[in-house]
Each structure stands twice: as C-alpha cells, then as structure tokens.
C-alpha cells in the first residue's frame, strides 16, 4: 500500500534509549511498527520535537531506515510534558511544511493535539494511539503517584470522538477507553503489538549466577519498590541478585533515591544493581541471560517488555493488571500475581528458581509465544485500517452519487475501475455513461485479433463491458446517445470510436478518417445535452462528475470530448468535476513522495480492479506474480495495476 503516513511523537524522540526519559514501551511500538509498515511498502515518516543542537540532522533515521524528522516547537530544550500541551499548534504549524500525508497516526495523547490539528489541515483522516489511557491509569494510581489531570483526561476524549480512529494494543486498553471516554466501538480497534524476534532471542546457555531483571524506567507506576521488598522477603541462603535497568524518569528523582536508600535498609546493597537506560542490543541481552523477568507494574497497557522476554525464552512474573494480563500468557509465558504482598512475590520467585524443570518448560512455551507475535502481522493489520480509513474518506470526497463518464469500453475499469468497486461495496449509487462501443480500437493477438476492424468487434465490446460492470459491482450504465442519455426531442444516436494515430510527442491524435458519427466530431453542445439528460434521469442527486483531463489521458480526440462535455455538465449542475490522474502519461503521479497538491488519492483493491480489466478480453490481458499484478494493452504496453486511484479536483 503505497501511501504516506505521518507519526506525531511529539513528546519523545523515538530515537531515544527506551527506559531513559520519557522513552519507554511507546518508543519502542512507534519504531518496531514504522520499520514494518515501511518493510511493507507504507511510507513513514517519524515526526517529533527538536530538543537541542543534536536534532539538527537532517537525514535522521531509524535502524531500519525510517526518516526522522525534528521539528521547531518551543525553546530547543528538553520540558516537562505539562509544558507541551500548548506547544502543540506550533509543532503542527512546522509538520504542516512537510506534507500533505494520506494519513496521520498520532502516539500519545500530546502528540494527537498536534495530529488531529494537521490531519484536518491536510483534510486527510486521523488515527490515534493513545497507549497509555489517563483514566485506567488513575484507577491504579501507584502510591505517592501524582494523577494524570483533567486537562489530559478531556484531551483524551476529544481525541478519541475526533479521530477516525483509535488503535489499542490490548481489550483491555479498548474497554477502558470505551467505558472512560463513550466511545463509538466501530471506531477503537485492538491489535496486539509485534516484536523483534531478530533481536530478542533466547541465548545458547545462560550464566550459573541466577539473577531477576527489572526492566523499565524509575517511576512509582513501573513498582520496583515491590520487586525490592519480594528480593528481601527470599531467605538469603536462596536469593538471588536483582538487577534494576532503566533511567529515571523526568520528575521522579526523590522515588529512585528512595529506591536506593530501602536497598541499603534492607542490606540487599552487595545484590541489587541499578543499572541505566539500555541500548537495545544490551537489554536484548540482559532478557537473554535474566533467569526472570519481573513486572510488578501497577497498570501497563500493553507490557512490550514481557513480550520481548517471552521471544528470549524468559519467564516472567508480572501483576494481573491491564495489559499484562494479556501480554503474559498465565502459565505458558510466565506467572501473574493478583497480590501486591511481598510475600506472595518472593515465594512464587523462589518457588520458580527452585525448580529448574518447570522453569525451562516456561521458557520453552514462552519462546514459542514470542515467535507467535512479529511485527509484520501487526504492521499488516494496522496497514489494512488505514487502507480502509483513508479510502473511505477519499471516497466521501465524491459524494454519494457520483458519475463516470468514458469514452471506451475498458476505460472505465482501467481508470477508474478501484474506485467504482469500492463505491458500489460501500453501498453508493453510481451512474458510467459511455461515449462509444470502442469500435476502432485495436484487438490484443490471438483467438480475438480477427475482430479487428469488423462490423463483429462492437457488440462482442459491449458483452465485454456488461461482464466488466458486473465485476466492479453493477453500476448504472447506459450509452451517450441512447434514452435517457439523449437530449429530449433529439432522436436517439450512436456516437462512433473517431480512432486515433500516434503524434510526434508521444500523445494520440484524431485519425484522418474518423466519420461523421464520431464522438469527436460531434457538437460538444449536443455532447453535453446528452450528458445532462443521463445524469438528470439515473443521477438527479449527483454529486460529482469524473472525467478525463483536458488533454484526454494520452490525448484521444474522444477522451477530450468527454472532458469537455463533463467539465460542462458539472458547472451546469454546480457540482464539482474531478479528471483522472493518468499514471501511464503523467510520469511520477504516483510516487508517494509527490505532494499531490489537489489531487484526491483513493486506495483501492487492484485484485478487484483487474477482476473488472480481465472481462475486456479483446483489449487487454492481466498477470499476476510475484510483483503484483500487471495488464498489458493490445498494443503490447505494460503496466502495473495499482492500488491507488488519482483524481485532480476542485
């Protein structure tokens, strides 16, 4: 799916060491997701804050090549998030430059005040990602935790009734929002997060020290202290070491000093570790080598850390809380624990260190649950709702009666074939009206090819684009000339293929010896007529009329009759007048990187697409292989069959 998203992280650089700052499991998702949904073709470009001089690269990326963009928003220096809320018209105001997007998927609720601002600047719709719910994570505010606002709560809400829609990692996370914000559940969706299973992988052997590992940033939500007190309550002949890995976050300093000074009450100074923030590669290492994990998290809403241990071969222990209790499969992945007592941790750590076999058989089925999860599937289910998203809102954009007008047989399904199909699967009302039977064209070689200039070739075209409308989903058709698309008190007619011949410049022109009855020829009045009475009788609502560009696609003389006769009709009617981007001549029109500017870029499904193409036997042939799928003309050009439709408008 070729089309381009932006990801808003305006609050943290998804560059930043996960666990440092406000770097955490959403750093982590935003990067792993981007990398495959760019893997997969999507077009995605990370969207955050400039914090300093360092930011000032200017071809910033991934690891896996996404472009990093930093922005101007406020003084260049890191802030509090209470302080970013009202920087996010100016962070908007600097991404609007780079755009437009087809698509805008904002991380965090911060980030979606600037996203859904330029999402609506873009008239381009807006996806949201809250992953953490403000109000799930006040019900299990941890002790000496300060509540999310009512700034944050309303903004939230906003959020979710704004945007087309919401992606969750958890049911969990869904029903929290559902229930907290009242939320349209045709709109909050759930799909679980991947993981890199080629950097988090079990390890050969590992060390004869045991040790537990807490990964995650210093803050009363994450619950090290639990993981503390638990160490202490293990007889000593019997503990463990544990090692803490992760920075302090942004304003609680005094919870990690704690943090250290209970250590040293406790006499656990000679077995606990803190260490950092870790690069990934190190805390990939550190999973592989813990001989436990332990989430003693008082709320997460999806828990990325226990699926990355679960891709080590480790086994956790984790809160029956939110999202862990989806992210730790009880009894396959780890154990949850309901209790909170110290107690009840240490004797389930020391239970499970105790006992090697049922350790390794966790690690076993662990491991298996973490192949289970790759970010591909996720990136494909993600990409498969913003297909869905953007192209019913481009669709909207035609409203809910629009017209075709063609010239051919076959141009309809070649040009805009993906966009009549989705039209008619969602249920609108839409009119073709075809100039001429295509009598004149050319025939592609083999069993049809006799057909070629004979009498034959016109009714054999309209079984053709009888079998072709079936396919995108019956349509209203008739014939320009014929009733009702014929001028009252003019006698029916047939308007004739005028043929054409290839010019100097690579364009058609009118063949020398079209008849009188071509459409070319024909008086764009009388043309225009005609197209009036079609539209009045199958489409007096209609909503917009689609047609070729001024110079007919590729410049067939009746491709531009039917321009003129639709640009016409439109400004008769007052409605608006789309031409259709024609790939084929219009070198680049599809390249994602195109601005587009005017121009309403539709998803379609080309499988659906070429169902319709395949039914003009005579004009065309359609493959399919690993590239995709491809159509070549009787003139023995290839193309691909794309999965966007291009339509300049008003």
Known sequence: MSFRV???????????????????????FVVGLAE???AQGVVVELLTRATGAADEVEDARTPGGVPVRFLEAGPREPLPKSALAGLAPAFAASAAALGPFDLVHSHYWLSGLAGLELAAAWGVPHVLSLHTVAALKNERLAPGDTAEPAERLAGERMLVHGSALTVTHTAAERRAILDAYAADPERVVAVAPGVDTALFHT????????????LARIQPLKGVDLAIEALAAIPSGRRPRLVVAGGTSPGHDAYAHGL???????????????????EREDAARLLREASLLLVPSHSETFGMVALEAAASGTPVVA???SGLTESVEDGVSGILLDSRDPADWADAIDTLLGDPGRRAALAASALELGKAHDWAASAAAIAEHYRAIAQTGALARLGDAPVFLHAHPDDESISTGGTIAALRASGTEVVILTGTRGERGEVVPGELKPLEGTAALAPHRQTELAAALGALGGPAHVFLGTRPARAQGLPERSYSDSGMRWGSGGLAEGADDAGPDALSLAPLAEVTDDVLAGIRSLAPGATAIVSYDAIGGYGHPDHVRMHEAGVAAAR????????????RVESGAESPEDARSGVLAIPVDPVAKSRAMAAHR???TVAQDDDGIRFTLS??????????ELFRGP
Do not use: K, W
């Open 635 to 644: 003139g023995g050009q290839t193309h691909p069959v794309s999965d966007r």
């Open 319 to 321: 809160a029956a809380t």
């Open 260 to 278: 250290r000074d209970r250590v040293d009450e406790l006499g656990l100074t000679d077995v606990v570790t803190f260490l950092p923030a870790q």
């Open 618 to 620: 005579s004009q065309l």
């Open 572 to 583: 008769a009617l007052g409605i608006p007048f789309y031409a259709i981007v024609e790939p």
């Open 36 to 38: 495959a949904l760019l």
């Open 203 to 214: 390890a050969a052997e590992r060390p004869d020290d045991p040790f537990l590992l807490v």
């Open 6 to 28: 932006a990801f808003p992280v305006f609050h943290t650089s998804p560059l930043a060491t996960p666990g440092s700052g406000d770097a955490g499991g959403m750093n982590v």
